[in-house]
């Protein structure tokens, strides 16, 4: 949130800045109040043009002010090199990740999703940037979100994924939609249940959401479900500490090959990966692609026992969303923090979607927000 400036004070070769909110005073160095001048930036392009290193490290000032409303912070520096004038607004919204999208993230079960499923209607959607908006912040606040009313097409489904970011390329190509058959060397084109799990293990940079829209469900079983590693991380730090620590230090492997089409992915990170601050920043999860690889046998067992609990977790019914997805309604879910499976059905299914990257999706949100007035 914003607010406006109550003082700026020097001290030694920083600057302390208070507020009139009452919140905890912010200290700024010299040197990052220099290199970080609005008037350093290239009006249009926004990127750096201040040369940071000619920035003296004992860089001083002649004057430090802040107007009468609180709203600028004046800066006449003692090099001669003019003045810099900050907005309270950019200096009260600094955060130390700037990456993380300012949008409160709810954890949650069977029970509490129940009732509380998010969506929007297909017609706002399209026609509205507010509702696409709400869509993505639903999106980020629980891992999940339908679009509903969409018309049971791949034009329609295609055109609801374009409205948000443009369809990542991968081995699988863009859009997909298919029927159980065995067109690429995975259990998601057969009609098998498939277990808890995230897309993409074997990838670099995984896909950060996925899109799901079920163009036909001429068929019995085959219900998804979602789960919320989000909820599972916080169960198992709270419950079994040790074994969370291990998820979030050891990088598992996982692989996708064909040989007959010349392709063998492989990645590896931790199952929790966390950010420099500790907060969950991915969920990767799917024992079907984990790749052989070696430890101590007494870290190796430690492991298994891990990866049997967060499993045990996956699989509980108290925290699984279940839902059968039914054509008119787009899934759009969050893969670095939404576990998805799907129960073995028999009958005709038809189901489409794409992958779309999470830098994509964050931006358009990021947008969004920004031309809305709000934090970003
Ligand atoms: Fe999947």
Redesign the pocket.
Known sequence: MNATLRAATLKGHDVELTWSDGRPPATLPLIWLRDNCPAGQHPDTRQRLVDTFAIADDIGVRALAVDAAGRKLEIEWADGGGVSRFDAGFLSALRFNPDVLPVARWSWNRDEMTGHVPSVAHAAFMSDETAVKEFLEQVERVGFSFVEGVPATPEATQAVAARIAYTRQTIFGGYWDFTANMEHKDT?YTSMR?GP???GTYSLDAPGY?MFHCLAAECTGGENVLIDGLRIAEIMQRDAPADFKLLTELAIPGQYIDEGRGIHLMARRPLFRLDDSGTLVQVSYNNYDRAPFTLPPARQRAFYRALARFDALCNDPSLQHRRRLLPGSVLLFDNWRVL?ARDAYTGYRRLAGVYLNKEDVESRLRSLRSRAGEAV
């Open positions: 998601a498939i799990h995230t897309d996925q998805h």
